[in-house]
């Protein structure tokens, strides 16, 4: 069975994850951001904070979780200064920007606007669950964001009440239409269908999102919940989705190379509307995964499911030069494993949860 892990091009095993001194080869002499297997990290996802307004219940339980103190975040100038060297030093070329919830950042705008001066200029994006979007839009477009997706999970008012634990959904709804009138077309919509709870709405939601010009993206749930419940045998799964959806549409594959993206796309009904599905768990793509992470308290992951962290922000604070600061970038990025080992028998869990690691 293919695992969608690369093949490795200086030491080691394919689907192993490195033991201690595995990947001893030294590394080439390279500002990109190059593991042992030879991906180049070119997109960077940024934390901005480990808050939310919302309780989803596969993200955190119903009273919140214990956030992050305000000093341990990155500052304005901190995201800022990391930002440039990723993109000056490091070869980044896309940023999206997430969360916990990225507009609860009241200084959002003035790091989208740092980021967006850059020279040459990296692509912008953001992963919001838009309630306040349709206030900000505005100023997000005018700072330099380019592109944004916002998770929607149901349609129903009764269910987003008991998916997100809060009666919202008129404002997710709101932010959407407010994105696709600023200009941040496709609106790409994120969708987690949970067994028993929504996974009947597959097509509804598709055809919601045809209607209004969206991009839906239906994403495979991952292990990443702090309550450690997550379920293989409750996910519901990518041909799941998909036998759901050619059930009412005809779907046939994107012509389109999928290159480094997460989401398999499909043309429906011929386009040019289109659906995608991340099948992080059945079809993971870890062969071709281009990203590199940051968390909102200046912690690099060299992967969504890494158990360690390389801290930036207290070598910054500590008067460490950029070029200090990008060479330990690349070497958290050089020890990357070659997959997330989900399949494994030993496979556990991260520590932090989605909310603090980032989308």
Known sequence: MHLGLPTTRVSGSAGARPGPGAGAASRPDTPALLDRFGRVATDLRISLTDRCNLRCTYCMPADGLDWLPRPELLTTAELARLIRIAVHRLGVTEIRFTGGEPLLRRDLEDIIGAAAALHPRPRLALTTNGIGLDRRVTGLVRAGLDRINVSLDTLR???????????????????????????????????????????????????????????????????????????????????????????????????????????????????????????????????????????????????????????????????????????????????????????????????????????
């Open 157 to 359: 008012p009764e269910r987003f009440r008991a998916i997100a634990r809060r009666d919202r959904l008129d404002d997710v709804l709101a932010g959407l239409a407010a994105a696709s009138a600023a200009g941040l077309t496709p609106v790409k919509v994120n969708a987690v269908l949970l067994r028993g709870v929504n996974d009947d709405e597959a097509v509804d939601l598709l055809d919601f999102c045809l209607a209004h010009g969206y991009q839906p993206r239906f994403i495979e749930q991952m292990p990443l919940d702090p309550q450690h419940g997550w379920d293989r045998e409750n996910m519901v799964t990518a041909d799941e989705i998909l036998a759901a959806l050619r059930a009412a549409h005809e779907l046939t594959p994107h012509p389109a190379e999928r290159g480094s993206a997460p989401a398999e796309r499909w043309l429906v009904d011929g386009g040019p509307g289109m659906v995608g599905v991340i099948a992080s768990v059945t079809r993971p793509f870890c062969a071709t995964c281009d990203r590199t992470r940051l968390t909102a308290d200046g912690q690099v992951r060299n992967c969504l499911f890494a158990r360690t962290e390389t801290d930036l922000r207290d070598v910054l604070r500590g008067g460490a030069d950029d070029e200090e600061l990008a060479e330990l970038w690349r070497a958290a990025m050089w020890a990357k494993a070659a997959g997330h080992g989900i399949d494994n028998a030993d496979f556990v869990q991260p520590e932090r949860p989605m909310s603090a690691i980032g989308g």
